[in-house]
């Protein structure tokens, strides 16, 4: 439970930015076909781990945005975000 615990806490220190250059590092990393089998295993587990914070924090972020897209009356209007592409 402690181990639980740790990560917990490392978790409440990360940025998504942090995150995310993490996980661009480690999967080089693994592309490279260099590490061990244990410590691909290792490093794995740590993308999943990163993967689920950059998520969590990316759904935050959609309430967020959703809150203040609330108009006077309490009424919610969706709009789907808009990239350069479209």
Same mark, same amino acid.
């Given at each position: 439970?402690?181990?639980?615990? #740790?990560? =917990? *806490?490392?978790?409440?220190?990360?940025? /998504?930015?942090? *995150?995310?250059?993490?996980?661009?590092?480690?999967? #080089? !990393?693994? !592309? $490279?076909?260099?590490?061990?089998?244990? @410590?691909?295993?290792?490093? +794995?587990?740590?993308?999943?781990?990163?993967?689920? +914070?950059?998520? $969590?924090?990316?759904?935050?972020? !959609? !309430? @967020?945005?959703?809150?203040?897209?609330?108009? $006077? @009356?309490?009424?919610?209007?969706?709009?789907? /975000? =808009?990239?350069?592409?479209?």
């Amino acid at each position: 439970m402690l181990k639980g615990k #740790q990560k =917990m *806490a490392r978790q409440t220190k990360q940025t /998504f930015e942090k *995150a995310m250059k993490q996980l661009e590092k480690i999967v #080089q !990393e693994l !592309e $490279g076909g260099a590490l061990p089998l244990d @410590k691909a295993m290792k490093k +794995f587990e740590q993308v999943m781990e990163l993967s689920i +914070f950059c998520a $969590g924090k990316l759904d935050e972020t !959609e !309430e @967020k945005v959703t809150i203040l897209l609330e108009n $006077g @009356k309490g009424d919610v209007s969706e709009h789907p /975000f =808009m990239t350069e592409d479209e």
